[in-house]
T-cell receptor, first 115, second 113 residues
Framework: DTGVSQDPRHKITKRGQNVTFRCDPI?????LYWYRQTLGQGPEFLTY????????KSRLLSDRFSAERPKGSFSTLEIQRTEQGDSAMYLC?????????????FGQGTRLTVV | DQQVKQNSPSLSVQEGRISILNCDYT??????FLWYKKYPAEGPTFLIS?????DKNEDGRFTVFLNKSAKHLSLHIVPSQPGDSAVYFC????????????FGKGTRLHILP
């Protein structure tokens, strides 16, 4: 499977715990995005990387959130001291820039439930 | 503020007829537009895109139309098939600037037998 891979697919955690998600992009893609989707909403931009450099962080990304892409390949998104409002689908996408096409390809997502 | 707006939360269309999904945007700096399809418990799947230098792009049963002066785009699916039942997201990007993709809230399409 050469698509975007996310792990885990589902995570249930208690409020106050830390969680970490992993995303493996399509191998030749240098751009990696993180989005969050809640019920009835479209994917909301959180942050993105060009290789290992984090280019932008949304104001949605509070201090409890941190994302890394240490070697320009896979990425991790960590949420510290989780809150019930963090419950959502966390989506990762990748693309190649610059390139003739500008679409990003998404993984299956990680469904986080904070209880 | 919602820069990409899909004002119809849902749409029902008879199988075999044309489905038309609409999208409006507010930021004139957007220069690339995309449509994604999403099934429950899956990530969005890219469908079709269009650059702002074009007004139409076609791929099989899917056609996207762009009206820059009205800041409006639409996705036409013809003929509609049962497998087209899903949530469709309109999205926009500024490829010559920050390049992140901004999504609308989606339209749920129901194809009726």
């Amino acid at each position: 499977d050469t698509g975007v891979s996310q792990d885990p697919r589902h995570k249930i955690t208690k409020r106050g715990q830390n969680v970490t998600f992993r995303c493996d992009p399509i191998s030749e893609h240098n751009r990696l995005y993180w989005y969050r989707q809640t019920l009835g909403q479209g994917p909301e931009f959180l942050t993105y990387f060009q290789n290992e450099a984090q280019l932008e962080k949304s104001r949605l990304l509070s201090d409890r959130f941190s994302a890394e892409r240490p070697k320009g390949s896979f990425s991790t998104l960590e949420i510290q001291r989780t809150e019930q409002g963090d419950s959502a689908m966390y989506l990762c996408a990748s693309s190649f820039r610059p390139g003739p096409e500008y679409e990003a390809f998404f993984g299956q997502g990680t469904r986080l439930t904070v209880v | 503020d919602q820069q990409v707006k899909q004002n119809s939360p849902s749409l029902s269309v008879q199988e075999g007829r044309i489905s038309i999904l609409n999208c409006d945007y507010t930021n004139s700096m957007f220069d690339y537009f995309l449509w994604y399809k999403k099934y429950p418990a899956e990530g969005p799947t890219f469908l079709i895109s269009i650059s702002s230098i074009k007004d139409k792009n076609e791929d099989g049963r899917f056609t996207v139309f762009l009206n820059k002066s009205a800041k409006h785009l639409s996705l036409h699916i013809v003929p509609s098939q049962p497998g087209d039942s899903a949530v469709y997201f309109c999205a926009a990007s500024k490829v010559n600037r920050d390049d992140k993709i901004i999504f609308g809230k989606g339209t749920r399409l129901h194809i009726l037998p």
